[in-house]
């Protein structure tokens, strides 16, 4: 009911945590909701959301959950409600960062194309540079083969592989917003509060809905503890092992304390957990893929660490009904020699680790299709066949810095005549029931 409004009760509440810290008020607020600022308000606005966006998620990740005021839990609960509508309109693709080695075993064993643990939809590191994903998705955990050691310093990895798959019904119905059980107790607060505004009331409650959330308690508990919390939640998905970095709990990720002081991009955009049902698995569909994400050329784009740095990528391998290596020997090498380039030898050979050559993608692959009946074996795809699967869209920074809540509010206007025009479509389809998917998705997120 009340969806058009979850961005900017998230930007109010932002405000009202900070208030003019940085040169934004709340009657300016107020005139880009109701479309009537001037072009230089809507400049200063655009502009000093980011650094409020960027204060407020520098505070997230400094502050322990138990924490967190009664204002911090509002402004994660419309954060996430406003990121899963989005997540539910959308069909943008999946996208997971794994390493090496899970290439390498996928290619060998020609295993489908599976999605555990935590990813996001790839506009979340849409344009954003290797070194750039590794502290937004929160990577940098102690253990984490993401970051390197250049000297006394901790750096990420300045080239990953990235799984991609596009969206289906199926994996949307699997995936859930991770959340912490102090979290989602807030949040079932708001909803069951009857004298708490009712945009927060339907935001908590979309979000604590067993079928949108995920229980995942951070750090390691005891089998009792685990037990009174499987307990206590019934319906739920449970996962039954507590999670470390990047995990946080708010249904988003933050880079964690490996990289503390060193300027990334900050964003607070939606995290998804696959949450599969008993015997299932979430399987990526027909077309995944997996990239090699490199750094654009030396001396190209901006070095500004609140702006995407972009990205090349290389596609090495797509899935039909088994995977097939599609890069070249060049372009890896290129790939690899480019992401390197710049760093001392004793670093370079620390990366030696993270790299699958491409000799060995390509003797993992026949390996894995010699174990695939011939009956069953498909073609190779071509390049052109692989990237027509992804087409590149522009998004504002501000929009990549909230996962498109800041963003949203700035174009609210121009969104609700756009949902009067879909409302009206989705009217005419429903008389022959040609459109109850979209129907059922809306009635989903507006709790009817």
């Known amino acids: 009911m009340y969806e058009h409004l979850y961005a900017a009760y998230a930007q109010t509440k932002i405000l009202e945590k900070y208030g003019t810290l940085h040169g934004i008020s709340k009657e300016l607020v107020e005139r ?31 502050t322990e959950l138990k924490d967190l005021s009664r204002l911090d839990k509002q402004i994660v609960t419309a954060i996430d409600a406003t990121n899963y509508v989005n997540f539910q309109r959308s069909d943008e693709p999946y996208a997971k960062v794994v390493p090496g080695t899970t290439v390498k075993n996928l290619l060998e064993n020609d295993n489908p194309p599976a ?26 955990y102690p253990t ?39 979290i989602l107790d807030a949040m079932k607060g708001f909803a069951d509060d009857t004298e708490e505004h009712p945009i927060l009331r339907e935001m908590g409650s979309l979000i604590a809905r067993p079928d949108v959330a995920t229980i995942v308690v951070r750090g390691a508990l005891s089998d009792d503890e685990m037990k009174a919390v499987v307990e206590k939640y019934k ?27 060193q300027d990334f991009h900050p964003e607070m955009g939606l995290e998804l957990m696959a949450a599969p049902g008993k015997g299932e698995t979430p399987v990526g569909g027909k077309g995944t893929y ?11 784009g901006t070095r500004d660490p609140t702006l995407p740095w972009g990205q090349d990528r290389i596609r090495i391998a797509a899935w039909d009904r088994n995977w097939n290596v ?14 390197v380039a710049g760093y001392s030898d004793e670093v370079k050979a620390g990366l030696q680790k993270s790299m699958l050559s491409h000799d060995k993608m390509m003797a993992a692959n026949k390996e894995g299709l010699a174990k695939v009946p011939a009956s069953v074996e498909s073609k190779p795809e071509t390049k052109k066949g692989s990237n027509d699967l992804t087409k590149a869209a522009k998004r504002s920074v501000v929009r990549l810095k909230l996962g498109g809540v ?43």
């Open 115 to 140: 999605f555990f643990g935590f990813g996001a939809s790839r506009n979340r590191s849409e344009n954003l540079s290797p070194v750039q994903i590794v502290p937004q998705f929160g990577l940098d």
């Open 144 to 182: 984490s083969d993401y970051v390197i050691k250049d000297g006394d310093i901790s750096r990420p990895v300045p080239f990953l592989f990235i799984m991609v798959t596009p969206m289906t019904e199926a994996l949307k119905k699997q995936f859930r917003v991770p959340l912490d059980p102090l």
């Open 290 to 300: 997996i990239d090699l994400l490199v750094p654009k050329p030396a001396g190209t």
């Open 32 to 62: 880009v909701f109701e479309n009537k600022a001037t072009p230089e308000e809507l400049k200063n606005y655009e502009e000093n959301a980011v650094r409020l966006v960027d204060h407020f998620v520098t505070d997230m990740r400094r």
């Open 406 to 448: 800041v963003a949203a509010l700035s174009f609210m206007n121009s969104d609700k005549d756009k949902n009067k025009d879909r409302n009206k479509k989705k009217k005419k389809k429903n008389v022959d029931g040609s459109d109850d998917r979209q129907e059922s998705t809306r009635k989903r997120a507006s709790g009817e």
């Open 326 to 339: 599609t890069a070249s020997k060049e372009e890896v090498d290129r790939g690899y020699e480019r992401a």
């Open 235 to 261: 319906g739920y998905y449970v996962k039954t092992k507590g999670a470390e970095p990047p995990y946080t709990g708010l249904g988003s990720s933050q880079h964690g304390a490996t990289l503390e002081g």
